[in-house]
């Protein structure tokens, strides 16, 4: 109660900095049913690494985390019932992925620019990577491409953003997990269940800014 009549106290809520990842997401499926989400990012609030989510055919999910910082912010945002620290690695050269981690090896083959990559180079950077323009196309994304959505709630209140600013098939895959033989290239089918969307059905690689918006503080 306050001391003084008219008087009251208030607090302000204050928006924390986003978080901005910046690089390229590969998701893919393969006959053995295994769906692997690949990140490899070049700029990031903690620079440069890489981290993998895998679906088993029976929908366990398991990350792949470099270190603990990682892991305990895709925790806090996305669903596991596994998480895994290790080296994990993926070395980009040209068209070429090799991605290895603990219990995993894959490399890929990445094609040509889908129409869709085509149509996202000609937006300005700017905005196609908006929170605005991300929350304002987001109820048509998944018209367009199947499963996937530029904007959703995560966990624990977080907001996040994709800004895709180009896109290009994935023509061959190869690999294992857990001693299985992944076999060869197929859709992500049924959809990847980490988050509130899924990659694009079709094994696609995604140039993009991954943006989190934490909820306000006291």
Not at 44 to 70: C, K, N, Q, T, Y
Not at 85 to 92: F, P
């Amino acid at each position: 109660m306050s001391s003084r009549s008219g008087q009251h106290s208030s607090r302000t809520r204050v928006d924390p900095e986003p978080l901005r990842f910046t690089g390229r997401i590969a998701g893919l499926g393969s006959t053995s049913g295994v769906r692997i989400v690949v990140g490899s990012w070049s700029s990031s609030p903690w620079g440069g690494f890489a981290d993998i989510m895998v679906e088993e055919p029976s929908g366990h999910r398991v990350l792949l985390a470099p270190d603990d910082r990682v892991s305990d912010l895709l925790q806090q945002t996305y669903v596991f019932d596994e998480v895994v620290i290790g080296d994990v690695q993926v070395i980009i050269d040209h068209d070429h992925w090799v991605v290895s981690a603990p219990d995993l090896t894959v490399t890929l083959t990445v094609g040509g620019r889908v129409a869709l990559g085509r149509l996202l180079r000609l937006l300005p950077r700017a905005v196609s990577t908006s929170p605005r323009w991300l929350t304002m196309i987001n109820p048509i994304a998944g018209l367009i491409m199947k499963g996937v959505q530029t904007r959703g709630t995560a966990r624990g209140g977080r907001t996040e953003y994709y800004g895709a600013y180009d896109l290009r098939r994935i023509t061959a895959a190869q690999g294992a997990w857990r001693d299985l033989d992944l076999g060869s290239l197929a859709p992500v089918d049924p959809p990847v269940r980490f988050g509130f969307g899924s990659s694009p059905r079709q094994p696609s690689v995604t140039d993009l800014v991954t943006t989190i918006r934490l909820p306000r503080t006291p």
